[in-house]
């Protein structure tokens, strides 16, 4: 038997440029002038499974995008990991900020990434991560070495809220029935500290719309007389946050879990340093909720932001016109033990109240899921830690997320399994941001760790 570390310096180019291949296609499941290509790249995916030794790969249609689902059972007897993973990628807009297309990836070295990095829309999110998953698993299989069952679960449609997904795994339990859910898609520290993500934040994505007058008017004519949806929508968006910056909304905090000082202490221990954070992202200062520091307002504290606002005249030059509508897509995080569908209903009821008369407010909730947090004495998390404990010379740190993947809630819920987050991408990779990157380092340090999980976590489970 070949071991891993050999396999990968023999085959890296190839795993390199297999990736690469899968990059090119733009999977952006939220605009569906991409949809052909969407389906593709899951055309793409299932290939890539059966290639890598898995039996019964097939495309499950659902009601948007198909799902990839791919299994290796070498004896019912032994435990199933159940690897899910998202072959959709994100807009690549702003287009003018990337410093090659975003569809045409390509190696560049980065101060953080030495040895060089893939340039490309979802090279870490969620494309680069998922393979790892299926070359570790080629590396099982052709070297016989699989201690276990594995099966794939790969949707399309995570980055607009797996809505399809949610359906398929309610219908399909005894399929999925697993013991543990391994999923790449999250972040480490460093290349240096790896980390295993312990929580996740919930959503709940709204759209609101504001009208004013029933056609847009002229500014002068008109101005003073009406209430202008744009004016109006700013002072109400404002008005969602007080002095302290906590979110104004009744009841949103109701069922917040407030963390006991001991876990802040615990917390306050993963590597951070303030002063590094502000100048990656070239701020003179932080902000946000008082009485919390960085690490805990963005991952154990709900937020409530404005992902984007328009109306009105945009273009060149100046109009002068009071819009006769208003928009705004609004995303709020949240946390554990706050239901995403009372927090949207909460926020309607609220957003609805403080519109003044001179105004109609509709509010349209887009999509959601909960939060997650997982303990760190199961197997799987201790299969984890053995396995990046030997990759990387160091135990990994237990991290909370301020992101989200609403589906691991669900997962917990309907196949009764707990999920393990190894993640291996970077903060500084700019995922969903113009030139997202995922380091040839991590990469290849992923695709080296993974077989090492499934090897602690079938002598755990004896
Ligand atoms: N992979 C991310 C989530 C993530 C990234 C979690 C880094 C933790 C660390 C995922 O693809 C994502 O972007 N999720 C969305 C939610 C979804 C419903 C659109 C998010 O968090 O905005
Ligand atoms: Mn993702
Ligand atoms: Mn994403």
């Known amino acids: 038997m070949e071991n891993i570390k050999t396999y990968i310096q023999e085959n890296k180019n190839r795993f390199i440029n297999e990736l690469i291949e899968l990059l090119k296609i733009p999977s952006v499941s939220a605009d569906s002038a991409y949809s052909q290509d969407v389906i593709d790249t899951s055309e793409a995916v299932k290939s890539s499974l059966e ?195 906590r979110i104004t909304i009744p009841g949103f905090y109701d069922k917040v879990e407030e963390l006991s000082l001991e876990e802040r202490t615990e917390m306050a221990k993963a590597p951070f340093d303030i002063e590094d954070y502000k100048k990656a992202l070239d701020l003179n200062d932080v902000y946000g909720e008082e009485g919390y520091v960085t690490n805990e307002r963005n991952a154990i504290r709900p937020t409530l932001d404005v992902n984007g606002i328009w109306g009105g005249y945009t273009g060149e030059g100046a109009k002068t016109v009071i819009p006769s509508k208003a928009f705004a897509k609004i995303s709020m995080r949240l946390v554990p033990n706050q239901d995403w569908e009372e927090i949207t209903e909460l926020f309607t009821k609220h957003f609805t109240a403080i519109a003044p008369k001179a105004v109609k407010v509709k509010v349209t909730p887009h999509h959601g899921g909960q939060g997650y947090v997982t303990p760190i004495d199961s197997i799987g998390y201790k299969a984890a830690n053995m396995a990046y404990n030997e990759t990387f010379g160091i135990p990994a740190i237990p991290v909370r997320s301020g992101g989200s993947i609403p589906i691991v809630a669900l997962f917990e819920k309907e196949l009764k399994s707990k999920t393990i987050l190894m993640g291996f991408g970077l903060d500084s990779d700019a995922i969903h941001s113009p030139n997202e990157h995922f380091g040839i380092f991590n990469y290849l340090k992923g695709i080296e760790t993974i077989p090492l999980f499934y090897k602690y976590f079938v002598e755990l489970s004896k």
């Open 51 to 245: 290639q890598a030794g898995c039996d019964k790969v097939e495309i499950c249609e659902t009601d948007g995008y198909p799902i990839v689902y791919g299994e290796k059972i070498i004896d019912p007897n032994l435990p199933t990991v159940l690897v899910y993973g998202h072959y959709d990628v994100q807009p690549p807009d702003p287009m003018e900020l990337w410093t090659s297309p975003p569809f045409e990836p390509l190696i560049k070295k980065t101060e953080i990434h030495p040895e060089g990095a893939i340039f490309a829309r979802g090279a870490c999110d969620d494309k680069g991560q998922m393979y790892m998953h299926v070359k570790a698993v080629e590396y099982m299989i052709s070297n016989n070495c699989l201690p276990c069952n594995v099966k794939f679960m790969i949707e399309g449609e995570e980055e607009v809220g797996s809505v399809n997904l949610k359906t398929f795994v309610e219908n399909n339990t005894a399929k999925l029935k697993n013991d543990v859910i391994l999923i790449s898609d999250t972040g480490m520290i460093s290349n240096q500290q790896p980390s295993i993500t312990t929580g996740l934040r919930g959503l709940s994505y709204v759209e609101v719309e504001v009208t004013g007058p029933n056609r847009d008017l002229h500014s002068g004519l008109y101005g003073g007389a009406v209430a202008n949806p744009i004016n109006i929508l700013s002072k109400m968006i404002a008005s969602l946050h007080d002095e302290n910056n």
